[in-house]
């Protein structure tokens, strides 16, 4: 699965533009995150149409880079997660984002981007 991070400018309408954008592109978002703090804003996306996002994205105007990341499901209960997270970090497995993908009955989806995509993925 394809994650897009995309660098916004931290201003009010921005997150509004950077959706019609790919509105316009009939890009459907699967999955999304956004945080900002200290003036500057991100946003990471999982959409359908990953490759038509990023040029669409790129061509407006946007810091856009992609990255490869592991889907992985977790009992929907305190400290599922946390354990996870100790056993990929015991491995020397950096954590570098999750997305939250859905949650269905008893479980959560998480997109995890990880900097050793093949030692993680020998452990999940």
């Known amino acids: 699965m394809i994650q897009l991070d995309v ?3 931290d ?10 954008i790919l509105a316009a592109e009939s890009v459907n978002i699967d ?3 956004a945080n900002s703090g200290d003036g500057h804003s991100y946003v990471s996306l999982i959409t359908d149409r990953p490759i038509k996002a990023r040029q669409s994205l790129r061509k407006a ?8 990341v592991l889907v992985v499901s977790v009992a ?7 354990s996870l997270a ?3 970090g015991r491995a020397g497995v950096d954590i570098e984002s999750v997305v939250h993908l859905e ?3 008893r479980r959560v989806q998480l997109a995890i981007g990880v900097d050793n995509r093949d030692a993680a993925r020998a452990l999940v």
């Open 86 to 88: 100790r056993k990929l």
């Open 103 to 105: 949650t269905v009955g």
């Open 7 to 9: 660098e916004v400018p």
């Open 61 to 68: 105007g946007y810091a856009c880079s992609q990255r490869t």
């Open 11 to 20: 201003r009010p309408g921005e997150l509004a533009r950077l959706l019609e």
């Open 76 to 82: 929907d209960e305190p400290g599922s997660f946390a």
């Open 31 to 33: 999955a999304m995150s």
